[in-house]
Each structure stands twice: as C-alpha cells, then as structure tokens.
C-alpha cells in the first residue's frame, strides 16, 4: 500500500488512518485468513512454470484469474481503486504494483509476482519473486537480501513488540548488506479488508509504533533496492519504479499475532520459498 502516514507520494487516496484502534481477530477468523492465506499461495505456486523467457504477464494474470473463478475466489486487485488487472507484475527496476502486459519477459529478469485473493469475504496477500532463466548474481543476492529482511521481520513480531521492531528489524540487516529499504510504500492490516490499519512501516525504531497484541492480522512486504531508496510512480498512476532505476525486490507474508508470537498464513504448500524454484516432475 501507499504510505502516506509519511506524506511522501500522492498515488492512492483515501489511506486508512494512521491513528486510531487496531482490530483484534478471534482465533475462529484466523481459519478464514489460512484458507484466504493457502489459497493465494498455491496460485503463486501454479505459476512457477510459466514464468519464463517469452511468456508475458498478461498470460500470468490470465492464469491466476482462472485459478481464482475455480476457486471460487476474488482477486482483490482487479478493478481495486481503478487498478486494471488481477495480479500486479513487477519486473527488475519496478518496486510495486507493475501492471501486468503483452511485453514477454526476459531471460535474467527478475519478477516479483502479488496475488490477493478474497475467500468468502477474507483477504490473503502475498508475493515472491521469480528469476527468468539465469539471473545475474548480484540479481539473485538481491532476492536473498530481501527474503532474508522479511524473514527478520516476521521474527520480530510478538505481543509486547512494536511495529517499529519489525521495522528495525528489516532496516538495520538491509542497510548492513549495503541495500536500501523502500518508504514510499508499506505493509498494512487487512482481514476482511484489503488495506487497513496499522501501517507496517519495514524501517524504523525498536520500541516505536503501534504495540502489537495477539489477534492482530498484517502483511509484512519489504521492498528493498540495490541502489538508492527513492521511488516514482509513473504516468500510467500505478507502476512505481526506482529513480535510479537499480533492481528492486520484494516479497509479502500475511500473518496474524498469537499468544506466543506469529502465524504466517502464505507459506508456499509447495515450498516454494524463494527461488530458485526447482518444478517437480
Ligand atoms: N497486493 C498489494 C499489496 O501488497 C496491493 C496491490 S493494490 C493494486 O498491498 F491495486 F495495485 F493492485
Ligand atoms: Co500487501
Ligand atoms: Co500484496
């Protein structure tokens, strides 16, 4: 989602509120988010074999708007503020919300692919990336680096942390292996809505922020840069690109507070974590 706690970008209106309650689930809600939660999974999963040299992102929405109807499934993208496609394709220096097209990808282009998907009126959000063919190494560091920031973060959540320890979490080891962390765009609460409160800032301070307590549901989804931080969305209102236009990559979890910690309900059934994705025949 569009951060604009922090005023920085004007693409989305109408944000939830920075301030103010925080929904708390009950544990029967958090069957609905594992069955929203698997389900976009297993989308991501289905598309491991196509995303390939000269297949176009066009086709991979096709695919997950198919997977969704037979699933008895809304992608929550489509139509969602104007956005005109299922799923949102972000190809090497596109941050987020790249819009799916007829351009073929390309050998050594890295992707990152978000699906959500509304199950019986429940959100499940999640992306990952993909490499086209070879990738190059500093391509596919990148992916670790960033795999590795979410991971962090989803470590950090517990009941007694604070949304900025998640945030502290993913910003100090990014900065450490020389990355950069995104701000114009952040993780969000969601459950029976797509965006909601609180903001999940993936840079910040321990200690700061919203206190998280059990039953809570959120997204972690760092993006994290190559080069420099700074983010433009183009002409067309959604594509946001990197000004230096290094590589950027990204990958989402949906996850809700428990008493001990954190659920995280988009794991990969196929364990499809991060690539490379080896298909099984
Ligand atoms: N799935 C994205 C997220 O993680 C939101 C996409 S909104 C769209 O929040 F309109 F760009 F599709
Ligand atoms: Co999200
Ligand atoms: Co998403």
């Known amino acids: 989602m569009t951060n604009m706690q922090q ?10 509120a920075s301030e103010g309650p925080i929904r708390i689930y009950r544990p029967e809600d958090f069957e ?22 000269g297949v176009s992102t066009q086709k991979l929405d096709d695919l997950v708007l198919e997977f969704a109807l037979d699933h008895k499934a809304t992608p929550a993208p489509l139509h969602y503020r104007g956005f005109p496609r299922a799923i949102c394709t972000s190809i090497n220096h596109v941050v ?6 007829s351009k073929p990808m390309r050998e050594g282009d890295i992707i990152n692919i978000d699906v959500t998907l509304i199950v019986d009126g429940w959100y499940g959000d ?20 960033t795999h590795e920031a ?4 989803i470590a950090a959540v517990k009941p007694g942390s604070t949304v900025g320890h998640i945030g502290h979490a993913i910003q100090t080891y990014a900065e450490r292996e020389r990355c950069s962390v995104v701000r114009e765009f952040c993780g969000h609460g969601l459950g029976r809505v797509f965006h909601d ?5 993936h840079y910040g301070v321990a200690g700061e922020g919203p206190e998280l307590k059990p039953g809570m549901l959120f997204t972690i989804e760092p993006m994290i840069n190559l080069g420099k931080s700074p983010v433009k969305v183009l002409s067309d209102g959604w594509t946001a690109v990197t000004r230096d236009r290094e590589l950027s990559a990204q990958f989402e979890h949906t996850v809700g507070v428990t008493e001990t910690g954190c659920e995280v309900f988009t794991y990969s059934p196929a364990g499809y974590h991060k690539p490379p994705y080896v298909v099984a025949s």
Do not use: F, W
């Not at 987020?96 to 097209?101: D, L």
């Not at 979410?150 to 973060?153: E, H, L, P, T």
């Not at 409160?197 to 800032?201: D, G, H, Y």
């Open 197 to 201: 409160r609180p903001n999940i800032l």
């Open 126 to 145: 999640t992306s990952r990336m993909y490499a086209v063919g070879e990738v190059n190494r500093r391509a596919e560091r990148l992916i670790d680096v």
């Open 96 to 101: 987020c919300h790249g819009i799916p097209s």
């Open 150 to 153: 979410m991971v962090r973060g």
């Open 7 to 16: 005023g920085r970008t004007s693409a989305a209106p109408a944000e939830p």
């Open 32 to 53: 609905h988010m594992r069955k929203a939660g698997q389900l976009a999974a297993r989308a991501l999963d289905m598309l491991v074999p196509y995303v390939k040299p």
